[in-house]
């Protein structure tokens, strides 16, 4: 069954560093643009990373400094570090694929992230 899988997220003290992860399952992630959204409660979800095939990053201005997207090919896996968390870093968190030829586009479950004291 095509799918991604997101896992890592967790309650988290203010300050601290966090590595959000998305297994690829039936699909090759390496072939496709990955990115991570994240959606606040009440807020549309929002892009907050992305690579693409050729490994080309780029990052939400509102989190650019603290967090660094990678891709492991061999693990088939995403990776999404957050470090000097803060409370409004309170989101869940999702993996998305897009194809860079086509329409198809690919969600994960997404995994809750909790900053608070």
């Known amino acids: 069954q095509v799918q991604l899988v997101e896992s890592g997220g967790g309650l988290v003290l203010p300050g601290g560093s966090l590595t959000l992860s998305c297994v690829g399952s039936?699909?090759?992630?390496?072939?496709?643009?990955m990115n991570w959204y994240r959606q606040i409660p009440g807020k549309e979800r929002a892009l907050v990373a992305a690579?693409?095939?050729?490994?080309?990053?780029n990052y939400a201005d509102s989190m650019k400094g603290r967090i660094t997207i990678s891709r492991d090919d061999a693990k088939n896996t995403l990776y999404l570090q957050i470090s000097s968390l803060r409370p409004e870093d309170t989101a869940r968190y999702y993996c998305?694929?897009?194809?860079?030829?086509?329409?198809?586009?690919?969600w994960g479950q997404g995994t809750q992230v909790t900053v608070s004291a």
């Open positions: 998305n694929l897009e194809s860079e030829y086509t329409t198809w586009k690919l």
């Open positions: 039936d699909v090759v992630l390496s072939k496709y643009t």
């Open positions: 690579i693409t095939s050729r490994n080309r990053t």
